[in-house]
């Protein structure tokens, strides 16, 4: 059991390692290019190699991100009445309670407890959870929705490309499967060492509030995913799934999205290093809990 | 149609991250070359090592004989190349790491592996770990005079190398948490290279292009005689001759241009040589591997 979870954990651990040892050591990073090679091409092309492949059904896919986006709802719901009854800005802390870390730490997650199974599933949320982090997400912290903004997400078109392979049935030229196949290998490792860059270069402010949240958002996140998990009656690598990934930390992404709109980004790079932090602690815990 | 089928699966994930690597500069798209470059050599490129012969079993005889083969392939190289200099009085200090250490890694190890799979791959990794180590000692003594014993000591690699060797002949199971750490970090090391490769391409600049093209085609042609020549000496069959055949005749090395310049050895022929095998070998590799896989 302690070298299962060790075999899921560890590459988190050092690959996000790696990433702070590089700031560290006083190694130049350049968080930009990294992003946008993972975000532009490592990104579409793992979805489109993990679902070309065929590990999931259509329908199991469709079920997980429907799931997955009840959970968010979830996660906002429970975060929005959190933070009214602590007189807290919702404007602020609502979005890092809906969107959490489903790619860069809940991929690499997935695939090493439930292997390509896991993934496609993590992939059906991750899809969910980074559309509503540039729809709903934007939307609360620039004050209005933003739609627009989901047709420039590479994600899209790589999820475009891979349903029309899947909805007709259709295996892909092995040219393409082997090229996404390289490329894509890009994205998990890429993603992880920036949240390790991240994670030693962010700027914190209020750490009791970002350690409350953090809790929140972990703990939180949990039972929503468990009581989802047990109505749905989910089982085997769907269940684990959805209950990692709604027991994330809070995205990086929301501490970019809190600096854009001037949202106290201090204080949301608190509940991101935070929870980050925490989840390094509760993820041996949460792993227990899902392969056992 | 089966036969372009398959030589297309291996050479179009070279063409199109190459591809992506130019045009990612051509967009002004941000692209810090020293960074990519440090992350696949320090981190990424030890863990593919290490992660592939987790993952392949290879037996201590197989990777004796290839590195036997690398090795002749790799003297053979010197020695022909020594030659023509010669004989076109040209300085072998300035042209022969270029001719020598052709690009195993980031064109040669995705060829082998799409060509052969994760077997393929193991070898291909043997000629290259040879490579990584004659260039910063036998490359670095022919263009500076001296070996940089300090720039092996600082290469991840290297000892990556001896760690693969030892998993090799004590035939050790790696736990698990290794293998999936390596195997994630090994991952960038073929499409990031590939992708820095058509980025270096677009920056080159290049003089000289009658002797560059003149030493280019030497190189490829040399190449695939030479592996030719040692698999067919060695008795070699199967995947170790296709690898001693495709990593021999890949083009001139981009490192071989980074060394040309640290070492002020006429870096825009050597850019030239790297420009024009590279472009000829997009055009010769199908036929390459049409020959190494299809037709006996």
Same mark, same amino acid.
């Given at each position: 059991?302690?070298?299962?979870?060790?075999?899921?954990?560890?590459?988190?651990?050092?690959?996000?390692?790696?990433?702070?040892?590089?700031?560290?050591?006083?190694?130049?990073?350049?968080?930009?290019?990294?992003?946008?090679?993972?975000?532009?091409?490592?990104?579409?092309?793992?979805?489109?190699?993990?679902?070309?492949?065929?590990?999931?059904?259509?329908?199991?896919?469709?079920?997980?991100?429907?799931?997955?986006?009840?959970?968010?709802?979830?996660?906002?719901?429970?975060?929005?009445?959190?933070?009214?009854?602590?007189?807290?800005?919702?404007?602020?802390?609502?979005?890092?309670?809906?969107?959490?870390?489903?790619?860069?730490?809940?991929?690499?997650?997935?695939?090493?407890?439930?292997?390509?199974?896991?993934?496609?599933?993590?992939?059906?949320?991750?899809?969910?959870?980074?559309?509503?982090?540039?729809?709903?997400?934007?939307?609360?912290?620039?004050?209005?929705?933003?739609?627009?903004?989901?047709?420039?997400?590479?994600?899209?078109?790589?999820?475009?490309?891979?349903?029309?392979?899947?909805?007709?049935?259709?295996?892909?030229?092995?040219?393409?499967?082997?090229?996404?196949?390289?490329?894509?290998?890009?994205?998990?490792?890429?993603?992880?060492?920036?949240?390790?860059?991240?994670?030693?270069?962010?700027?914190?402010?209020?750490?009791?509030?970002?350690?409350?949240?953090?809790?929140?958002?972990?703990?939180?996140?949990?039972?929503?995913?468990?009581?989802?998990?047990?109505?749905?009656?989910?089982?085997?690598?769907?269940?684990?799934?959805?209950?990692?990934?709604?027991?994330?930390?809070?995205?990086?992404?929301?501490?970019?999205?809190?600096?854009?709109?001037?949202?106290?980004?201090?204080?949301?790079?608190?509940?991101?290093?935070?929870?980050?932090?925490?989840?390094?602690?509760?993820?041996?815990?949460?792993?227990?809990?899902?392969?056992? | 149609?089966?036969?372009?089928?398959?030589?297309?699966?291996?050479?179009?994930?070279?063409?199109?991250?190459?591809?992506?690597?130019?045009?990612?500069?051509?967009?002004?798209?941000?692209?810090?070359?020293?960074?990519?470059?440090?992350?696949?050599?320090?981190?990424?490129?030890?863990?593919?090592?290490?992660?592939?012969?987790?993952?392949?079993?290879?037996?201590?005889?197989?990777?004796?004989?290839?590195?036997?083969?690398?090795?002749?392939?790799?003297?053979?190289?010197?020695?022909?190349?020594?030659?023509?200099?010669?004989?076109?009085?040209?300085?072998?200090?300035?042209?022969?790491?270029?001719?020598?250490?052709?690009?195993?890694?980031?064109?040669?190890?995705?060829?082998?592996?799409?060509?052969?799979?994760?077997?393929? =791959? #193991?070898?291909?990794?043997?000629?290259?770990?040879?490579?990584?180590? *004659?260039?910063?000692?036998? +490359? !670095? @003594?022919? $263009?500076?005079?001296?070996?940089?014993?300090?720039?092996?000591?600082?290469?991840?690699?290297?000892?990556?190398?001896?760690?693969?060797?030892?998993?090799?002949?004590?035939?050790?199971?790696?736990?698990?948490?290794?293998?999936?750490?390596?195997?994630?970090?090994?991952?960038?090391?073929?499409?990031?290279?590939?992708?820095?490769?058509?980025?270096?391409?677009?920056?080159?600049?290049?003089?000289?292009?009658?002797?560059?093209?003149?030493?280019?085609?030497?190189? =490829? #042609?040399?190449?695939?005689?030479?592996?030719?020549?040692?698999?067919? *000496?060695?008795?070699?069959? +199967? !995947? @170790?001759? $296709?690898?001693?055949?495709?990593?021999?005749?890949?083009?001139?090395?981009?490192?071989?241009?980074?060394?040309?310049?640290?070492?002020?050895?006429?870096?825009?022929?050597?850019?030239?040589?790297?420009?024009?095998?590279?472009?000829?070998?997009?055009?010769?590799?199908?036929?390459?591997?049409?020959?190494?896989?299809?037709?006996?």
């Amino acid at each position: 059991m302690l070298a299962d979870i060790a075999a899921v954990i560890a590459p988190i651990f050092v690959c996000a390692g790696i990433g702070m040892a590089w700031i560290w050591s006083g190694k130049a990073f350049n968080t930009e290019m990294v992003t946008e090679i993972s975000f532009n091409l490592g990104i579409p092309c793992i979805i489109f190699s993990t679902l070309t492949r065929l590990t999931v059904s259509t329908e199991a896919f469709a079920e997980m991100a429907v799931i997955y986006a009840i959970a968010t709802l979830g996660f906002l719901t429970l975060g929005a009445i959190v933070l009214k009854l602590a007189g807290l800005p919702l404007t602020t802390f609502l979005p890092g309670q809906g969107f959490c870390n489903n790619g860069n730490m809940g991929l690499p997650l997935s695939l090493f407890a439930f292997g390509e199974q896991g993934l496609a599933y993590a992939i059906s949320t991750f899809v969910i959870s980074s559309i509503g982090s540039f729809t709903v997400g934007m939307g609360i912290y620039s004050g209005r929705p933003s739609w627009g903004l989901v047709w420039r997400n590479p994600i899209i078109y790589g999820l475009l490309l891979t349903l029309v392979f899947m909805l007709s049935g259709t295996k892909p030229p092995q040219w393409l499967s082997n090229t996404t196949q390289i490329l894509g290998g890009v994205a998990i490792p890429m993603m992880l060492i920036s949240l390790g860059v991240a994670m030693a270069r962010l700027k914190i402010a209020g750490f009791g509030r970002a350690l409350f949240l953090s809790v929140l958002r972990i703990g939180g996140g949990f039972a929503i995913g468990l009581a989802i998990a047990e109505i749905a009656g989910l089982h085997g690598a769907a269940r684990g799934v959805l209950l990692m990934q709604s027991a994330m930390p809070v995205a990086v992404n929301n501490y970019l999205l809190a600096q854009r709109f001037n949202r106290n980004p201090s204080e949301v790079a608190g509940t991101v290093v935070v929870s980050t932090a925490l989840s390094f602690a509760t993820l041996p815990l949460l792993l227990y809990f899902v392969l056992g | 149609m089966e036969v372009i089928g398959d030589l297309m699966a291996v050479v179009t994930p070279v063409f199109i991250c190459v591809a992506i690597g130019l045009l990612w500069g051509k967009l002004n798209k941000p692209f810090d070359t020293d960074i990519i470059t440090s992350l696949v050599y320090t981190v990424g490129a030890p863990c593919l090592i290490i992660a592939t012969f987790a993952k392949v079993k290879i037996s201590s005889a197989a990777l004796a004989e290839l590195a036997l083969a690398g090795l002749l392939c790799y003297a053979a190289f010197a020695v022909i190349g020594a030659l023509v200099l010669k004989a076109a009085r040209l300085e072998i200090a300035d042209y022969l790491p270029s001719l020598m250490f052709p690009l195993t890694g980031s064109m040669g190890l995705p060829v082998c592996l799409f060509a052969l799979g994760e077997p393929g =791959l #193991a070898l291909a990794l043997v000629y290259f770990m040879l490579g990584t180590l *004659g260039t910063f000692t036998v +490359g !670095a @003594a022919i $263009a500076a005079g001296r070996v940089s014993l300090k720039e092996i000591a600082r290469t991840p690699a290297v000892y990556a190398v001896f760690v693969a060797v030892y998993m090799v002949v004590a035939e050790v199971q790696t736990p698990q948490w290794i293998v999936n750490t390596t195997a994630l970090l090994g991952g960038t090391v073929i499409p990031m290279q590939l992708i820095a490769l058509g980025r270096s391409l677009m920056a080159l600049r290049f003089a000289g292009v009658g002797r560059s093209t003149a030493l280019g085609l030497l190189r =490829l #042609a040399m190449g695939v005689a030479v592996g030719w020549g040692v698999a067919a *000496g060695l008795g070699l069959t +199967g !995947a @170790a001759r $296709a690898v001693v055949i495709l990593q021999s005749a890949m083009p001139v090395a981009v490192s071989s241009y980074l060394f040309a310049q640290l070492y002020g050895r006429k870096p825009e022929e050597v850019a030239g040589m790297v420009l024009i095998s590279t472009a000829v070998s997009f055009l010769t590799l199908p036929l390459l591997l049409y020959f190494v896989l299809h037709a006996g």
